[in-house]
């Protein structure tokens, strides 16, 4: 999804306990180096809000900011700044430094920019949520969906 802004959001709604505690476990499940951590991400005491938004897209707010979002029915996916404070949370997936202002401007990750020397792939599953660093920088620069294993690629 390019271009996200606020005016992208169509509602927002609290969550009830229930579905707050439903979420929490998926996220859990799929990302579960969060678990130390899943209480200071979905404070108790704060409202959480699930928002829909253009193009089958909800995200879940608190605090007034975006934590993770989902593309009609697939997995959690965090926001940029979420990874940024957890990099463990997921395998990595490095480009080499010629990819870079393609994936800043929302390209898809090819294999060459991966393979090559410059590149570095942990070992993940087709279907993994992954963080994209660049090569030779510090923070992840997009959060995205392998479509092939890293033994394919």
Partial sequence: MKGFCVDNISSQNLMKSSVQRSIK???LKQYPN?????????????????GK???????????NEILFFQ?????????????HTYPFLMPQIQVDKGAIKHVLRGSNVM????????????????????QIRAEDKEHACAVGITTMSSKEM
């Fill in 25 to 27: 476990a998926t996220i």
């Fill in 34 to 50: 969060l678990e130390n951590f899943i209480d200071d991400i979905f404070p108790k005491k704060e409202p959480i809000f699930l």
């Fill in 53 to 63: 938004c253009t193009n089958h897209v909800t995200i879940i707010i608190a605090n």
């Fill in 71 to 83: 593309i009609r029915n697939g997995p959690w996916m965090p926001n940029l700044r979420l990874v």
């Fill in 111 to 130: 294999c060459p920019g991966v393979t090559s020397p410059g590149g570095k792939l942990d070992d993940v599953e087709a279907n993994t949520v992954v």
